[in-house]
């Protein structure tokens, strides 16, 4: 019948962009993301204990806000290098 055509191609169809890698398990896709909110939370949550000391010798707010946009911008450039050292 007509719509088992169509359900044989969808298959076939999906079965084809899984082979090119056009597709992957949502389970991959969890443990990716479950994965890389645990680094983001670890990194972010480190901040406090590794640069603390220098923001109390800052002298104005100026200093700080600069300071810490540098740290934040590098715990999240971090975050997207595919091949990360540890630090």
């Known amino acids: 019948t007509t719509r088992k055509a169509i359900a044989a191609a969808s298959l076939a169809e999906l079965h084809l962009a899984q082979r090119r890698g056009e597709l992957v398990a949502v389970a991959d896709v969890q443990r990716e993301w479950f994965s890389l909110g645990r680094a983001m939370r670890d990194r972010l949550l ?10 109390a010798t800052l002298a104005d ?4 806000r600069v300071y810490l946009d540098r740290e934040l911008r590098g715990a999240l450039a971090e975050l997207t290098d595919p091949d990360p050292v540890a630090p």
């Not at 901040?47 to 603390?52: A, C, V």
């Not at 707010?61 to 700080?64: C, K, R, S, T, Y």
């Open 46 to 55: 480190g901040l406090p204990d590794r640069i603390s000391a220098d923001l």
């Open 61 to 64: 707010q100026h200093e700080v």
